[in-house]
C-alpha cells in the first residue's frame, strides 16, 4: 500500500500495525498524526461495530487540534463472512483504501474509484444494513 502511495501519486505514507488493541498504546499514532495530519484505520473486521471507529472516537477527541480532516474507517462489509471466491467483495482491498483516501481525505490527482464510496453510498448500504 505504501509503496503504491509512493510510486504512483508520490505520497509517504506511515503505516503502523496495531498488534494489541487493549490496551493501546496512542503515543505512534498521535506521533504520525502530528506528521501527516492524516489517519485511515483499516481492518478485515466488519465495520459497523467495529474497534476501528473506538479509535476513530479517540483520535478525533485527543489529536483534534493535529488533524486536517476526520479519522476515516474502512472495514469489511456488514454482512456474514461470504465464501473464499467472494473475499474480494467483503474484505476490505488495497484499491478501498485508495478510494477512501481519495474520497475523505485528500484527492488523489488522476485516481478512479474502483468501488463507489461516496457519502450516498455509505448512507444507502447503511440503510439496507449492509
Not at 67 to 81: E, S
Not at 99 to 119: E, M, N, W
Request: net charge negative; aromatic share 8%.
Amino acid at each position: 500500500m505504501a509503496k503504491i502511495f509512493e510510486e504512483k501519486y508520490g505520497l509517504s505514507v506511515e503505516l503502523i500495525d496495531a498488534r494489541s488493541l487493549v490496551p493501546f498504546n496512542y503515543e505512534k499514532v498521535f506521533e504520525s498524526v502530528r506528521k501527516t495530519r492524516k489517519i485511515l484505520l483499516t481492518s478485515d473486521a466488519c465495520e459497523r461495530g467495529s474497534y476501528l471507529h473506538t479509535m476513530a472516537s479517540t483520535i478525533s477527541q485527543l489529536a483534534y487540534d493535529e488533524l486536517d480532516a476526520p479519522p476515516t474507517v474502512v472495514g469489511a462489509r456488514n454482512w456474514i463472512t461470504p465464501p473464499d471466491e467472494l473475499e474480494e467483495a467483503f474484505f476490505p482491498q488495497p484499491s478501498d483504501m485508495l478510494d477512501a483516501i481519495h474520497t475523505y481525505i485528500i484527492p488523489l490527482k488522476g485516481h478512479k474509484a474502483a468501488r463507489v464510496c461516496s457519502v450516498e453510498e455509505k448512507l444507502r448500504r447503511e440503510h439496507l444494513g449492509v
